[in-house]
């Protein structure tokens, strides 16, 4: 176990071509030498993540990120100016040739985290491929502790940087087409992308038809969810997901908690008559229910719950992400 202070050593084991987990702002990831095949194909067998599914590649600064990018539009330079540092990943047209990061195609996922020690180190390493550090189809990990329980004796060091400030995966934006496409909802929220862009572009213009014009500065982002051909441009929306053990079932506001044991994860009381339930998490604020909610499918698997009730957040804001991650844990 390492902390963010013993830069020199991390720095050694990433120039050694070791992986190591540690803490960005959104969660663990299990970083390699980006320009490495043989660190990056520790990572995979680490993980033992299926082949076809690219790696995040994080950089120290914006600049150097969008350089690793061939003809990335003006509105991805925006992006970047917007929101980098921070919890947004790219995927561009690749001006680099690292197959082994990018799963077979033609473009790259960069992104700038926040913590300033993981900027620093960057700089020293060169960019780092990251991907959560859990076993592949685990809840991604929220603190050092999940890292251990997931990978303890297939790596060599785990930084403990403490909990993560946000707890769910970095928002990708697919920019190699006219338009930023949405590939997994995030932090970064599409209503915050599209704010980005209508201040730093030509006003947005509607079409007749009341939906949004296509391409400019000012366009707003297309989501997934409305585009087929972004999820099969996504490749890790096909593998399984962000799935406890346990069985993940999401129940609409007001609606009764079923008898047996279970966790329930509830925005405040639950409804009157609930069973006396085994394990019962509370949360205030849509960020609430992202910091902890890893965690709390990781204690329910530990306490051997047979099944989580979770009651679905709003569809707003960031409550788009945690429904991603929860539809795809519940298996939807
Ligand atoms: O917040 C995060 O993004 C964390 C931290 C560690 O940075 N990383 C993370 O990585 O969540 P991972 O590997 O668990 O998820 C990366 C996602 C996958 O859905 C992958 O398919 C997509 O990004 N992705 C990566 N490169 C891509 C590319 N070139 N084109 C399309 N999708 C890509
Ligand atoms: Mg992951």
Redesign the pocket.
């Known amino acids: 176990m390492l902390t963010p202070t013993q830069l020199e050593e991390i720095a050694a084991l990433l120039e050694a071509d070791q992986v190591v987990a540690l803490p960005?702002e959104?969660?663990?990831?299990?970083?390699g030498r980006a320009a490495s095949r043989a660190a990056v194909e520790r990572i995979f067998a680490v993980k033992e993540?299926p082949g076809d599914?690219?790696?995040?590649v994080?950089v120290a600064a914006p600049e150097a990120a969008l350089a690793l990018g061939r003809s990335v539009p003006p509105w991805a330079r925006h992006l970047a100016d917007a929101f980098w540092p921070g919890?947004l990943?790219l995927?561009l047209e690749?001006a680099v040739e690292w197959p082994w990061?990018?799963?077979g195609?033609p473009?790259?996922?960069v992104?700038v985290?926040r913590p300033d020690w993981l900027r620093e180190l960057l700089a020293r390493t060169g960019p780092l491929a990251?991907?959560?550090?859990?076993r592949s189809g685990r809840p991604?990990p929220t603190t050092a502790g999940h890292c251990l329980a997931d990978l303890a004796g297939r790596i060599p060091a785990v930084v403990d940087g403490g909990p993560c400030e946000?707890g769910?995966?970095?928002t990708?934006v697919?920019c190699t087409g006219p338009e930023p496409v949405i590939?997994?909802p995030?932090p970064v929220t599409a209503e915050m992308i599209a704010g980005a862009l209508a201040s730093a572009g030509p006003p947005r213009v509607e079409e007749e038809d009341g939906s949004p014009a296509r391409g400019g500065a000012g366009a707003a982002p297309v989501t997934a969810a409305h585009s087929p051909v972004a999820r099969a441009?996504?490749?890790?929306?096909r593998h399984p997901?962000y799935r406890p053990r346990a069985r993940v079932v999401l129940l609409e506001e007001g609606q009764p908690v079923p008898e047996g044991h279970a966790m329930v994860i509830a925005p405040g009381d639950l409804p009157p008559g609930s069973p006396p339930q085994t394990l019962v998490r509370r949360w205030e604020s849509p960020e609430a229910l992202a910091r902890n909610l890893y965690a709390w499918f990781r204690e329910a698997d530990h306490a051997g719950v047979p099944v989580i009730y979770v009651y679905r957040p709003a569809r707003t804001g960031l409550g788009v992400a945690l429904l991603n991650r929860l539809e795809k844990a519940a298996g939807d």
């Open positions: 960005t959104t969660v663990y990831g299990l970083a993540r599914n690219p790696l995040i994080h919890p990943s995927v690749s990061v990018q799963g195609h473009t790259v996922a992104r985290p990251a991907p959560s550090a859990n991604s946000g769910l995966e970095s990708v697919d590939l997994r995030g441009a996504s490749p890790g929306t997901h």
